[in-house]
């Protein structure tokens, strides 16, 4: 009997998309593990994006078999990507302004009492302690969105996602155009997701924060796999050389051992 630790807990093989004339992604393989945080590079229109939505359910794969938990799965709409476990954080951050915290965690998923009244108490009570397993330095839950940081938005969207319990977390380019400190901050919240035991496909250009908080780094070149590298051992040279294509790798690292 397999080892169903080792079972990924998202597997893709031989994706492939087409827009039109333009081939998106072609053969692709993919897999995320719990406990792990696995980043997704390469230039602009390498397929990253493409990729990302095919798990969020926002794209359809032309051909390939997407598994989760080692079980075949067709993730056709976000609905159906949430019902699979499946939270995603897009650049937009779909968030608003006028509504305090707790009211942006719960968007479009409020709780209400047993008399069918929106229970506001046990809300505020879970955003508190979402924040807290995710070190957030958010000063309260009642406060505005309008009134937060750069960095405290993206906590805030990250924390909308642990609502309803997800396996695997996307986030694309969550520290795009953040400040030194508001990205130390979120990186040490997709350091929270790991330990929190999910799976984590992170989009970034970023190398920097790539490398210091990605277990595995896959790159994308022109829509195919052109490299899979362990993130605590890979030079940086050997990552750009894949992602230009000034290097193509004979034969792809096995998956890191995710972190404990």
Known sequence: MADATRVPLLSMRGISKRFGGVE?????????????????????????????????GVVTPDTGLMEIDGVPVSIPTPAAAHGLGVATVFQDLALCDNL?????????????SARGVRDDERMEQIARQT????????????IPLSDLSA??????????????????????E??????????????????????LGLGVILISHNMTDVR???????????????????????????????????????????????RS
């Not at 993919?30 to 390498?46: I, M």
């Not at 996602?161 to 986030?171: C, D, M, W």
């Not at 795009?176 to 330990?195: C, F, N, P, Q, Y």
């Open 24 to 56: 998106a992604l072609v053969g692709v393989d993919l897999d995320v593990h719990r406990h792990e945080v696995v980043a997704l590079v390469g230039d602009n229109g390498a397929g990253k994006s493409t990729l990302a939505k095919m798990v969020a």
């Open 131 to 142: 924040l807290r397993d995710l070190s957030s330095r958010i000063p309260s839950v009642r």
């Open 151 to 172: 960095g405290q938005r993206q906590s805030v969207a990250i924390a909308r996602t642990l609502i309803g319990a997800p396996r695997i977390v996307v986030l694309d």
């Open 212 to 258: 210091s908080v990605a277990d595995r780094i896959e790159v994308l070149r022109h829509g195919r796999n052109n490299g899979s590298f362990d993130a605590r051992t890979t030079g940086y040279e050997s990552i750009l050389g894949a992602i230009t294509g000034a290097v193509r790798p004979d034969a792809y690292l096995r998956p890191a051992v995710a």
């Open 174 to 195: 969550p520290t795009a155009a953040l400040s030194v400190a508001h990205t130390a901050e979120v990186l040490m919240h997709i350091e929270g997701l790991r330990d």
């Open 100 to 112: 305090d915290v707790t009211s942006n965690i719960f968007l479009g998923r409020e709780l209400s």
